[in-house]
């Protein structure tokens, strides 16, 4: 815990789990209240739906969920069912998909983003942007799994766009 009174840590917490905070001429140390969990899936961008679902339920067996079409996000996506994780296959929607223009750069689809769970979408948000990671939106949406979700901005994510879930 924390000792009140003189700001001292008497358990050890990650890094990533601490912040600092300023009081007077002692700095003390508080736990977040937020905190990552388990990585939901990776997101794959793919061309061809048909052909893409055929290849993990057919070829290496996989369970693979129903297309399902989220106008709000402009994509098509399918999920590949893993025991430890999932696999969602992003196919375009709409003139204005965000996914036609990745496959415009990357004909053959690819790695789009990655998606962890958190277990407080709203104070996980407030903290990253208070530690100037840009959103790519202002609010949360609701995402595929009917839950809210906020992406991070690539370049201020070492390349990688990060989508963060509730858990």
Not at 28 to 36: D, I, K, P, T
Not at 124 to 139: M, Y
Request: charged letters at 25%; glycine letters at 8%.
């Amino acid at each position: 815990g924390i000792n009140a009174e003189y700001g001292w840590v008497t358990k050890v917490y990650s890094v990533a789990m601490l912040s600092a905070v300023r009081v007077g001429t002692c700095t003390r140390y508080a736990r977040n209240v937020w905190s990552l969990g388990i990585l939901n899936h990776t997101a794959i961008a793919v061309p061809n739906l048909e052909k893409s679902v055929s290849f993990y339920k057919d070829v290496l067996q996989a369970k693979v969920s129903d297309p399902e079409d989220l106008p709000e996000h402009g994509v098509t996506v399918v999920f590949v069912n893993l025991p430890n994780t999932k696999i969602e296959l992003l196919y375009p929607l709409g003139e204005n998909s965000p996914i036609a223009g990745f496959l415009e750069k990357n004909k053959n689809g690819g790695i789009h983003h990655i998606c962890i769970e958190v277990d407080d979408i709203d104070a996980a948000v407030k903290s990253v942007k208070e530690k100037g990671i840009r959103t790519l939106s202002a609010e949360t949406k609701i995402g595929a799994h009917d839950k809210p979700v906020m992406f991070l901005h690539p370049k201020d994510c070492g390349g990688v766009l990060m989508e963060l879930e509730q858990k």
